[in-house]
């Protein structure tokens, strides 16, 4: 059973960086794409960064286009997010998850769900 666990959340300050991981156990994540999704308090899951099973394509909402890089080390079965110029309205839990033949953004296509890490942006 694929079990996925983040990391490297924090508090940072506006225009701040952090790069969450998401290291994956019990299974390759070989064949599985991996998205990113936040959830702020009162407001609904939503995807943020999608990233195809060969690390070939990605996608992302579009308040975060260019701030947000998703990429995956197959080898070491590991995907992180880099996170530029974070801005107050980022602040949320990040989870990874993975999911067999996704491509798309939309939480509720992925099976496989982390504990999240959480992400405050503030001065």
């Known amino acids: 059973q694929l079990q996925l666990v983040e990391s490297g959340g924090g508090l940072v300050q506006p225009g701040g960086s952090l790069r969450p991981s998401c290291a994956a156990s019990?299974?390759?994540?070989?064949?599985?794409?991996i998205g990113w999704s936040c959830q702020a308090p009162g407001h609904e899951r939503e995807g943020v960064a999608w990233?195809?099973?060969?690390?070939?394509?990605?996608r992302y909402m579009p308040s975060v286009e260019g701030r947000l890089t998703i990429s995956r080390d197959n080898a070491e079965n590991t995907v992180h997010l880099q996170m530029n110029n974070l801005k107050p309205e980022d602040q949320a839990i990040y989870y990874c998850?993975?999911?067999?033949?996704?491509?798309?953004?939309?939480?509720?296509?992925?099976?496989?769900w982390g504990q999240g890490t959480q992400v405050t942006v503030s001065s």
């Open positions: 019990g299974s390759t994540l070989q064949g599985f794409a």
């Open positions: 990233i195809s099973a060969t690390g070939t394509f990605s």
């Open positions: 998850a993975a999911g067999e033949g996704v491509f798309g953004l939309r939480p509720e296509s992925y099976g496989f």
